[in-house]
């Protein structure tokens, strides 16, 4: 059984930091692209980042580049997103994803239905 468990959010004030962790079990980790996405109340599930399984490759969304960085320990079977310079804007619920491929595809990697597998998500609120 596939099990994604996200870690490290919280209230920050802008410009603050944060680390999330998402601990995989279940599953061959390295097999797996694994993505972050997030949702703000009233908004769909928006893509943030994405890594590939081999960790060599990686993917963000326009409104985070510069700023947040996703990583891989596969001997942790662990994600991480570095969220640096927080704006209000980033407030919503975190939730780290697995895809069923250790590829990235450009034409899908932004789309939940790539991915098979959810956590139950972290809040991340960053008050002004």
């Known amino acids: 059984q ?11 004030q802008a410009g603050d930091s944060l680390r999330l962790s998402c601990a995989a ?3 061959t980790f390295s097999n797996y692209a694994m993505g972050w996405f997030r949702q703000a109340p009233g908004k769909e599930r928006e893509f943030v980042a994405v890594i590939s399984g081999s960790g060599g490759t990686s993917y963000y969304a326009d409104s985070v580049k510069g700023r947040f960085t996703i990583s891989r320990d596969d001997a ?16 919503a619920v975190y939730y780290c994803a697995a895809s069923i491929s ?8 932004d789309l939940p239905l790539t991915y098979s597998y959810w956590g139950q998500g972290t809040q991340v609120t960053v008050s002004a």
């Open 102 to 109: 250790p590829e990235i595809y450009l034409s899908d990697y």
């Open 2 to 12: 596939v099990q994604l468990a996200e870690s490290g959010g919280g209230l920050v």
């Open 76 to 91: 942790k079977n662990t994600v991480y997103l570095q969220m640096n310079s927080l704006k209000p804007e980033d407030t």
């Open 25 to 27: 079990s279940g599953l």
